[in-house]
């Protein structure tokens, strides 16, 4: 596993890292296009995909500014986000999923995107090796058509994005939100994978208005799940 590196985060850093990712983002979609026009369509290809995860990365900064960064081992979440490529390229999605009419459609259509470019993206810059002993050569993997779609996908995360963080504030993230984010997503699926489903179904029917799921999670994590409990046994 690659070592964080050791840097301190704080709302000024990460406003500073917002803008930088953003400006950069810019820069590398402007190189794509300059190669994509020499049909060099395979870098165009991965640089498009690195101004998506510079548009992430801006939105992550932004993002992280409304959680409590005193606590040290947030700190720690958010430095471990910037480096994960697909983390980066989901955040890259937000601002232009939160402007949609259709959101539901535009989240189906955005993972589906989201699949096919952290699978491109080694593809699109280096030899590999296949297991029928083939090689994987990337001027013959990516298509002109498939180079050109990527960098529209990047125009759009990177426009979407900029526009997000300058008419927005960052979002604000309450106590239950901060615990769920620092939560491992193994942990998260291993108590999906016991009784959290009717932990939440019974939640819910004692709830009336907006429901914390948030809240739901964590709870159940610190009251059953840590503990190495059950819901039902409580119930029966």
């Known amino acids: 596993m690659k070592k964080i590196r050791q840097y301190d985060i704080h709302d000024k850093f990460l406003k500073e890292y917002a803008d930088a990712a953003i400006e950069n983002a810019q820069q590398i979609l402007d190189a794509a296009k300059i190669l994509l026009g020499k049909k060099s369509f395979a870098i165009a290809y991965f640089l498009s995909v690195a101004a998506i995860e510079e548009a992430g990365k801006a939105y992550m ?8 960064l005193s606590d040290k ?15 980066k390229i989901i955040s890259a999605f937000v601002g232009w999923i939160s402007k949609s009419s259709k959101p539901d459609e535009s989240i189906e259509a955005a993972v589906d995107l989201m699949i096919h ?21 990337p001027a ?40 769920l984010f620092c939560l491992r997503s193994e942990k998260i699926k291993e108590m999906f994978n016991k009784d959290f489903g009717k932990y939440l179904l019974s939640e819910l029917k004692q709830t009336s208005g907006n429901f914390n799921f948030s809240r739901a999670i964590v709870t159940y994590h610190d009251k059953y799940f840590s503990k190495k409990k059950l819901f039902a046994d409580e119930e029966s």
């Open 61 to 68: 900064a932004f993002a992280a500014r409304g959680r409590n």
């Open 140 to 179: 013959q993997i990516i298509r002109p058509v498939a180079a050109i779609d990527v960098l529209k996908v990047a125009e759009n995360c990177l426009h979407h994005t900029k526009n997000h963080i300058s008419k927005n504030n960052p979002p604000a993230f309450s106590s239950f939100d901060d615990k």
């Open 117 to 137: 470019l952290n699978r491109g993206r080694e593809k699109s810059m280096y030899i590999d090796a296949n297991a029928d002993n083939s090689l994987s050569i």
């Open 73 to 87: 081992g947030l700190k720690k979440k958010v430095q471990n986000m910037f480096e994960k490529h697909r983390e």
